[in-house]
Each structure stands twice: as C-alpha cells, then as structure tokens.
C-alpha cells in the first residue's frame, strides 16, 4: 500500500517478539530482516536496507548449506540495493550470484529464475547496454511462456519490462506493441482500478510523450492517475512519480505553470516519505528549476539547481555523471542571470 513507516512498525513490533523468544541464527529472523530491509528500500534509505540484508544473509551463512535457495534471495536483495544506489558492478555481481544458485538447484524453468533473468535485464536496461538486457528479458518470458497460460499477469511483466528496454532504446512501435500486449492481460485479469493497469497506463504515456504525442500521453497518464488516486496513500512515492511524468508531458508541450504544479505535487510527496538525500528529490528540484529557467525566473531556477546539488553531492560519489549534469545547469542559469542584470543595468 505504499505506507511504509506503518510497515515499519509492525515488523519491528515482530522482531522485538523474535529476538526474545528465538535464538539468533533462527531463519524466521533471516526472513523478518529481509522484509524490513525491502520497507528501508522502499523510502530510499539504501543503507539501512542493505544492513538488514547483510544480517538476513549472515544468518543463512551460519545456517543453511552454501547453495540454499534462500541465498538466491538474499542476494537478489543485496543486489536490488546496489542496482538503486547506482552501483551496477557491485549489483551485477549479487545478481549472478543469485542466478548460479538457482541455475543449480532448481529447473530450467522455474519462476524464480525468471525473476531473477528480469532484475539482470533491468540491470543492463540501466547501464544502456540493451542487446544483454533483451537477451536476460526474452528468457524470463521463455519461462513464463512455459510456465504459466497465456493470460497469466506475470507474463505481463515480461511484457511491461521489455515494453521500457524498446522505449528506451527509441523503438517506439516494439514498445507499444508490447506494452499493449501487458495492458490487454492485465484488463482480462484484474478489476479496472488494480495498481498494475495504472502502471500499464503509465508506460504508454511514457511512449508518447517520447514520440511527442502529448495529448495521448497525458490520457493515459490521467487514467493511470485516477486509478492511484483510489487505490494509494496519498504520500506515495509511486504518485510523486506519475505527478513528475505529468509535468514532464506539460513542460515539453509549453504549459510550464501545469508543469510547475505537478512537479511541485511529486516534490511535496517525496518530502513526506523520502530521506533528505535521496536521488529522486534532487531530480524533482531539477525539473522545477528548468519550469522556472523555461519561463525566465533564473534566481528561483538557480535556488531549486542549488538544492539539487546539494542532494546530489550526498547520495552520489562526486564523479557521478548527475552531479555533473546539475552542475552545467547551474552555470547555464547563472550565465543568464548575469545577462539578465547586465541588460537591467544598461537600459536607459
């Protein structure tokens, strides 16, 4: 439901039960620490998250034999954190892991394995190498082709996953063809308001507003945000994402105060459920200082660039490619602020 602090609660009212009554080395705790570790990713709080997973992992080291299924998901867990810290080595590395386990104790065909061929596809899809990404996704597919009937949701995700490969890739007709392939499943299967239509609806926007198709992108958008607006808590984080992508669709058409609005919507829910360092606050202080450049209130751009690097500079190493990016738009707007107060100054 997206509530995670209340999540949070509730496992640690279980855990406090746990670490009185079981020994420490005991799975049940193995799997708790797992659980809180996904609530921490879920806000963004990558090393909280990651410490639970180390201990969900040190117990199974002490417990269970070296090629254990339940390894496989400690390491996909580990792995998910670094693939969300931008780490891609260090995430590649646990994925593998993951996958040379299940390779070895279950079949070829198992749904965890499809699982974990998506997070490797994921993986690439992120650091743009697209040829391993399809490869890793079309086998997922092949098990869940196999597996499941054709109108199962989780082929859907197969569909939804190289749906994103094809739109990131530029090729606009592959990814709509298969995200219509998702939503056609997924209409069959769900009732019109489940979460998984709404991001059906998102990923089509997300198509065309690539395509520069604005107003379709917007409809899909619209009724992906009806569907989150009945169905998630108001805080989030998959509303602050939709908002963003709202605004983007406005922006890029000219309509920068329905821009400012919505990205100053996803702003506020992120403030609400985020760390004060996490990479998605730095993106949304981004997108509203562009709204502000767009429509030449550079001191206003400049405050919202400003606050972005410094959110940059604490969630990234300071050679990441996003610092850097913030940084050229800070001397971009200041250049146009200087000629802005060269002009005041010299007008009769």
Request: a positive charge.
């Amino acid at each position: 439901m997206g509530e995670y602090s209340k999540a949070l609660s509730y496992y640690e009212k279980a855990l406090e039960i746990q670490l009185k009554t079981l020994p420490l080395n005991h799975p049940s705790l193995a799997t708790l620490y797992n659980n809180i570790g996904f609530a921490y990713n879920n806000i963004g709080e990558y090393s909280k998250a990651l410490t639970y997973f180390e201990k969900a992992l040190e117990i199974r080291q002490k417990t269970l034999p070296s090629n254990h299924p339940d390894f496989a998901k400690s390491y996909n867990s580990i792995g998910l954190i670094y693939h969300s810290m931008k780490e891609y080595s260090r995430a590649l590395s646990y994925y593998e892991k993951a996958l040379e386990i299940q390779q070895k104790t279950v079949s070829s065909n198992y749904p965890s394995l499809a699982t974990s061929y998506d997070s490797i596809g994921r993986l690439y899809d992120d650091m743009g190498q697209y040829s391993k990404a399809l490869s890793f996704h079309e086998k997922a597919l092949k098990i869940r082709q196999k597996t499941f009937p054709s109108d199962h949701p989780d082929l859907s995700k197969s569909y939804n996953n190289i749906g994103v490969l094809y739109n990131n890739m530029g090729e606009y007709s592959k990814a709509l063809s298969f995200h219509e392939k998702a939503l056609a499943t997924y209409q069959k299967t769900f009732l019109s308001n489940h979460p998984d239509l709404a991001t059906s609806y998102n990923n089509i926007g997300l198509v065309y507003n690539n395509m520069r198709e604005y107003s379709k992108a917007l409809s899909y958008y619209e009724k992906a945000l009806e569907i989150q607006l009945k169905t998630l808590p108001p805080n989030c984080p998959l509303l602050a994402t939709l908002y963003n992508n709202i605004g983007f669709a406005y922006n890029d058409i000219g309509e920068y105060s329905k821009a400012l609005s919505y990205y100053e919507k996803a702003l506020d829910v992120q403030q609400k459920t985020l760390p004060s360092n996490h990479p998605d606050l730095a993106a949304s202080y981004n997108n509203i200082g562009f709204v502000y450049d767009n429509i030449g209130d550079y001191s206003k751009a400049l405050s919202h660039l400003e606050c972005a690097l410094n959110i940059c500079q604490r969630a990234f190493p300071e050679t990441h490619r996003q610092i850097k990016d913030v940084e050229k738009g800070i001397e971009i707007v200041k250049e146009k602020l200087l000629f802005k107060k060269k002009r005041c100054h010299s007008a009769p």
